[in-house]
């Protein structure tokens, strides 16, 4: 199977429609404080060409968001690696919600990576996914070959902190399908505004939400990560340094161009200090795009077949 088109693929498409393979492995890593983290493990479905693609998620997703994104890199050639973090998805929730913070799970994906002696790999980073990234090219630059960015960089707009925390662990517990799915709808409607399908919302409902009994839905993380979310120890004090670490490392980023996340005084500023780094705009879309969109694999794509490793 040959690398996808980025013309081949959107975000609205119910997974498997776009022809990509879903085939993976679940499995678990024990972390060295007690949580197991679940990860779907893909390999590729066409000759090697690199290093493996580690994909991490935003605060309160899992790795059902790269369903579609992993069999289209994979496809690629390169094998991907998707975990959930602690208290997210099939994880483990954490006993010590304290621990909830991004250097704890930059810990956890360096010690997976570890696990499975993998010694570098191409990091792709959705929101917090990506305060990871730059953590990780902090503590152990040579393990990451390569970097994605996905709308996130070391300044976070107040205005969308303000909105995630009017809705980090407070979601209305849905009756069924069609109610989860218009809470979705309400509240990521604005980052998605040409997205009206209900097929489509429903798809991210899935993603946020599970079903532990027929008549009973819930969220699909530990609302206990809300605490930190609150006292601000979600966000580290001061990226830059931490984006510094990527300097020499090959940097793509992406932002919807209706982020309310990533400011473009925020890129401009990441472009003057890194001078080649990547940069792809997504159009009509908010935080964050799923890196399926048109545009986004186009970009995703193009860096990756660009790398050496």
Known sequence: MTCPD?????????????G???????????????PRIEFRDYPATARETGVPVLCLHGLTRNNRDFEELAP??????RRVLAPSQRGRGASDADPAPERYHPGTYAGDVLALLTSLDISRAVFIGTSMGGLMTMICAALAPARVAAAVLNDVGPEVDPKGLARIRGYVGRAEAP??????????REINGSAFPGE???????????????QPA?????????????QVVNTGAAVPPDLW????????????LVRGELSDILMLSTVEEMRRRKPDL???GIPNIGHAPFLTEPAAWAAVRSFLHGLTT
């Open 20 to 34: 990509m393979p879903d085939q993976f492995a679940s499995r678990f890593f024990q972390t060295s404080d007690g």
């Open 214 to 226: 027929p008549d009973r839905l819930v969220l699909n993380y530990d609302p206990a990560i809300s």
């Open 196 to 210: 009206t399908s209900d097929a489509f919302w429903l798809k991210v409902a899935r993603r946020i939400f599970w």
């Open 241 to 252: 340094p931490l984006f510094d670490a990527l300097t020499p490392i090959p940097t793509l």
């Open 278 to 280: 990547v940069f792809a």
């Open 72 to 77: 289209m890199i994979a496809s690629c050639g």
């Open 6 to 18: 980025a013309h081949k693929t959107h975000p609205g498409l119910p997974f498997g429609e776009n």
């Open 175 to 184: 009756t069924d399908w069609a109610h989860a799915t218009a809470i979705c």
